[in-house]
């Protein structure tokens, strides 16, 4: 038997927080130190932090990537670490992960598959490394091995897949199984998304399996640079079984995953598997390098503990938000958060979020470090309640068209999560904003010819006074809007849009409105039902800005949400033309009858087409699927467009046809 141990680590790293991303990586190194741990792959540019976007184009990131670099090599003493950095070569940038044994460089790998679909923008930075390049890389004086290669240390084997490296068909890992590796270490920055941990568990097992190796795969935790949260869940697998997993959404810096190996059985495997020898070393470049690795024991047989919450969306998207929320107050320097809490849904969730966060952090961490991570002074905050009422004031800004329904609604969810709650009477300003156009246009504005006006200055007039309140408080004001609203622009821009953070933007109305039941009734494992949410639940979705007599509700002015929404997937992400849009609504919603789906088809195209520019100026928004609609990170549609004229017009014709 030759056992050795395996890491991988996921950092919450921040882009160009040099001495804190040090500090990180130093941290995972000293825990694996301390478990004896052989190799440890870390997650690929963990140095500078993945998300420097254009700062990777400056120079002094590359060099200062480097220099951090070479600080650490004596921290790897007696280790094999993996550690992702920019390099460049010949006019040229490469995301790289740098190969360290026992305080030296060993070589360099370049990373040959760029990411640059959806939120990934990878070859505007990098270059993708040429398949079977392999060339000196001359750097400060020193000359180091680059490109494909396999490192011998030890008298162990390993490869490197990076990241988008491994979710190719022709991948590298072909390649490395063919010259025998033992170990196979994936260095990624692996978005969150929806049900995608599943997937990524399955690449990582079947490649283990396929590739006869044990598969190292580290990842990023947390929310990193703003949009983008990661939800790290470290993983190793040997001969197509899963054997070491690590914590998801978690709230710590570092956490480190690592399973002991036996190398000899592993070769026996992949031998009997093998149909050929492999006795090519000429595939790959096999860069050698001597030292004596640490060896484990053999440890007890331990079961997979099972996870602690169940991965269903409505868990994964309590956590996602509630850690990007985290994240993102800390890393920004602000001292809490301001919700203009309508009564509604949608402002309902998002404080709710907020008070989610505390929650899980103060389960994770304890009362005194999740204050001490979040800045408040010591002592201030003694419990979960004291700490969301530190950090989160909701404010109800009612005008003559607000009702008690909503009033009494707002005060029940601040109540709930332990917010400070303040009231704004609006209505005077909307008054004389009001009276100050009707004089300048001599005339008096009226809803039978003002109507859309008329609501947006009352969404509009509130917006001052939560920006100045957040401004007093140092805090951050969040948007309130969902992604539905902004498919097709039924937001109030400078209005209900205001905010430095958009947290709900990424998903749409309907999932909203059925996972504040589930809060309600159940709520996420490990923190429980919220029933004050019921005088959220039972009303309709309104924006209350027309005078009660209208009976105003959103899904009058729209359409129903599960419909806007299959509307919106079909046509954005599925990219179908209005007419097989029309279709695929026929076919699920006979019930509404033709006229009426083709009425919905032709205003979901036109508010669409209409409403580029606030998708364009929406806060920033997290990113919790493949297909969303913020322009930066989703969807890209042009500001001025034929608004789909003649497609619609073609639609309308085949359909009256018949």
């Not at 694996?32 to 976007?53: D, H, T």
């Not at 009997?272 to 595939?283: C, E, F, N, Y």
């Not at 607000?402 to 008054?431: H, I, Y």
Request: proline share 5%; charged share 20%; aromatic share 8%.
């Amino acid at each position: 038997m030759h056992l050795v141990r395996v890491a991988a680590a996921a950092l919450n790293q921040t882009p160009l927080d040099w001495d804190g991303n040090q500090a990180r990586i130093l941290e995972a190194i000293r825990l694996a130190r301390q478990q004896g741990v052989a190799v440890l792959c870390l997650p690929e540019l963990c140095i500078p932090g993945y998300g420097c976007e254009d700062a990777f184009f400056s120079r002094g990131t590359v060099l200062e990537s480097w220099r951090i670099l070479q600080e650490l090599l004596p921290e790897t003493k007696g280790m094999i670490v993996a550690l992702g950095v920019p390099i460049m070569h010949r006019a040229a940038n490469y995301n790289a992960v740098c190969l360290v044994a026992d305080g030296q460089i060993v070589g360099l790998v370049g990373k040959r598959f760029l990411a640059g679909d959806g939120i990934h923008y990878e070859p505007r930075w990098f270059k993708g490394w040429p398949a079977g390049k392999f060339v000196q890389w001359e750097h400060d004086g020193h000359s180091y091995p680059l490109g494909d290669q396999i490192f011998e240390v030890g008298g162990l084997r390993i490869g490197f897949e990076i990241c988008e490296d491994a979710w190719v068909p022709n991948r590298p890992g072909v390649e490395l199984a063919a010259q025998g590796v033992d170990v196979i270490c994936n260095p990624s920055a692996s978005h969150f998304a929806f049900g995608k941990h599943e997937v990524r568990k399955q690449i990582v097992i079947g490649a283990s399996r396929s590739f006869g190796a044990t598969y190292v795969y580290s990842n990023f935790i947390g929310n990193e640079a703003g949009r983008v949260i990661y939800d790290g869940e470290c993983m190793i697998a040997a001969s197509g079984h899963l054997i070491a997993e690590g914590p998801r959404l978690g709230y710590d810096d570092v956490y480190l995953t690592s399973a002991v190996i036996d190398v000899d059985l592993a070769r026996m495997i992949h031998a009997s598997r093998t149909a050929a020898p492999t006795v090519d070393d000429h595939l790959r470049r096999i860069t050698r390098f001597e030292m004596q690795l640490p060896v484990a024991d053999l440890p007890p047989h331990q079961p997979l503990p099972t996870p602690p919450w169940p991965g269903d969306k409505r868990e994964e998207f309590s956590r996602a938000v509630a850690l990007g929320l985290f994240d993102y107050l800390r890393k920004s320097r602000s001292r809490g958060f301001v919700v203009s809490l309508s009564g509604g849904a949608d402002s309902a969730a998002v404080a709710y979020l907020v008070h989610l966060m505390v929650t899980l952090a103060v389960q994770e961490l304890g009362v005194e470090a999740t204050c001490a991570r979040l800045g408040l002074a010591e002592g201030t905050c003694t419990t979960t309640r004291a700490i969301v009422g530190s950090l989160l004031t909701c404010v109800y800004q009612s005008t003559h068209n607000s009702s008690d329904t909503t009033r009494n609604a707002a005060r029940a969810v601040a109540g709930a999560v332990g917010a400070e709650f303040l009231e704004f009477d609006v209505d005077p300003l909307v008054r004389a904003y009001v009276r100050t156009v009707e004089g300048a246009i001599g005339r008096e504005l009226g809803w039978k010819g003002d109507d859309i006006a008329l609501q947006n200055i009352q969404a509009r007039a509130r917006a001052p006074g939560v920006w100045l309140l957040a401004n007093l408080r140092g805090a951050l004001l969040l948007a309130t809007s969902n992604r539905s609203e902004a498919a097709v622009g039924y937001a109030t821009m400078d209005g209900d849009t205001c905010g430095g953070l958009s947290p709900i933007a990424g998903i749409d109305k309907a999932f909203l409105r059925q996972w504040l039941r589930w809060v309600e009734l159940e709520g996420p494992a490990g923190v429980g039902p919220t029933p004050e949410l019921s005088a959220v639940n039972v009303q309709a979705p309104t924006a209350e800005l027309r005078p009660a007599s209208a009976h105003q509700t959103d899904e009058d002015d729209l359409m129903p949400y599960p419909i806007l929404d299959v509307i919106e997937r079909a046509a954005i992400r599925d990219k179908l033309t209005p007419k097989d849009v029309f279709r695929v609504l026929a076919s699920r919603y006979p019930e509404h009858g033709r006229a009426q789906l083709l009425l919905w088809v032709k205003r979901f195209f036109r508010l669409w087409s209409q409403n580029q520019w606030k998708r364009e100026r929406y806060a920033p928004s997290f990113h919790l699927d493949d297909q969303n609609l913020d322009p930066k990170t989703g969807c890209r549609f042009p500001i001025l467009s034929g608004g789909f004229s003649h497609e619609l017009a073609e639609l309308e014709a085949a359909v009256g046809g018949k």
